[in-house]
């Protein structure tokens, strides 16, 4: 293959995602042309991302030393110092970039992540909403907060919302131990409903209720979760429906409020149910007992699940695998939630990961003061929910999900 052929096949990897591919491609060009900085540049990308951080550390330094002035050198070595923890010198690759680029808008993000985790929080929302005044692809972070000004301000808030109206409510015979609650609108449940609930009649035990929270539903909707939930054989499960009248039918902002609804009922459910919650996205299936992510959470008040590598504030706590134990401490953590979605859906214009900037937002907040005790929930416990992702349907097709979806 011929060089030409080659960079422009490393590059289509790259793109799509394919790193070892990449990898492959990337240095058999440099064995070709050792000085190609553009390859160096795009193979230390593809270590990264395949964890091999120090490694492309070592392919970005030579780069930069030599060229100062060549920006994604600069940028990726940035990226590269913060995931190892190594805020100044992370610091200094990106104010080398803003100062060939001011009005990088990745780059104010960048600098912003780099002084939130370092703990500098007023500077830290300055350069976000610089990123969010250069590029509309940065709006998320109008809406990170992290100043106990803000935290005193939502603390508050109104008093919780009323309950969602209870529908369905099969108890079991042999008591509640924990808890499964998914929310969506009926397009989710008839796309994904009958594959997560037979997966949750195998996994869910005896004891554990699987309450299916349905947004704007009507009752064609309302029949169909209730025949699904009896379909599944599961011990025991709940129904309940909500609806929103404040945003148009189809609108960014309604489907931002489908992610963020049943963040604003924890509080009330945990008061209610007294014994842990796990919530889950319906697009899910379950792939072991429900007991083993209660266990990955141990006593702790909350399990989240922190993305790796992390990428930025709005990213790292995955909203679609949590646990949250009816502690004082949990339930004072989901108020907070509650009322940080509520300040910005009561402005009019909240932003896609609304919830993911709540649930982290506020916990980082908190651990200035008698904060919520948080277990890590780790890769191989979360592995256990094999997610599909709406944008994701070709993941339909795993085994791992349709063998549950086989028996719609």
């Given at each position: ?10 590059a ?12 492959r ?20 990308v ?19 030393a ?32 803003l100062?060939?680029n ?63 109206r ?8 042999h ?67 909500e ?21 604003r ?125 709406n ?18």
């Amino acid at each position: 293959m011929s060089i030409p052929d080659t960079r422009r096949e490393g590059a289509a990897h790259l793109a799509a995602r394919r790193y070892p591919e990449a990898e492959r491609c990337l240095r058999e060009l440099l064995a070709a042309e050792p000085a190609d900085y553009h390859a160096q540049n795009d193979l230390a990308v593809a270590l990264h991302e395949q964890g091999r951080v120090d490694e492309a550390v070592a392919i970005l330094r030579p780069v930069t030393a030599e060229r100062p002035d060549f920006a994604p050198a600069q940028f990726n070595l940035g990226r590269a110092y913060l995931e190892r923890g190594e805020f100044a010198p992370a610091l200094a690759s990106f104010e080398e970039v803003l100062c060939r680029n001011p009005s990088d808008a990745d780059t104010f993000a960048m600098i912003g992540t780099a002084l939130e985790r370092r703990g500098e929080f007023n500077e830290a929302e300055e350069y976000f909403a610089e990123a969010a005044r250069f590029s509309p692809a940065y709006a998320v972070t109008e809406m990170l907060r992290f100043s106990s000004g803000f935290l005193d301000e939502i603390s508050q808030a109104a008093p919780p919302p009323r309950p969602p109206r209870p529908v369905l409510d099969a108890p079991s015979p042999h008591g509640r131990e924990a808890v499964v609650l998914v929310s969506c609108d009926p397009r989710y449940l008839h796309k994904y409903g009958e594959a997560f609930l037979e997966s949750c009649g195998q996994a869910a035990g005896p004891g554990v209720l699987v309450h299916v929270h349905l947004l704007d539903p009507d009752q064609h909707a309302l029949d169909a979760a209730k025949t699904m939930l009896e379909r599944a054989g599961l011990a025991c499960h709940g129904l309940s429906a909500e609806s929103n009248h404040d945003f148009p039918a189809g609108s960014a902002e309604r489907r931002i409020w489908y992610t963020c609804a049943r963040f604003r009922h924890v509080e009330g459910w945990l008061a209610a149910y007294r014994v842990p919650i796990v919530l889950l996205d319906i697009d899910a299936a379950l792939q072991a007992p429900i007991s083993l992510l209660l266990d990955a959470a141990g006593g702790a008040d909350l399990g989240l699940f922190l993305r790796h590598p992390r990428r930025a504030p709005w990213l790292d706590v995955v909203a679609n695998t949590l646990v949250a134990r009816p502690t004082a401490r949990a339930v004072e953590y989901f108020r907070l939630v509650r009322s940080y979605i509520d300040y910005f859906i009561a402005r009019g214009r909240p932003r896609w990961h609304l919830d993911q900037c709540a649930l982290y937002c506020t916990l980082r907040m908190l651990q200035a003061r008698d904060g919520p005790e948080v277990a890590w929930i780790t890769e191989a416990a979360r592995a256990n929910v094999y997610h599909v992702g709406n944008q994701h349907d070709s993941r339909m097709a795993d085994p791992r999900y349709a063998r549950f979806a086989a028996h719609r």
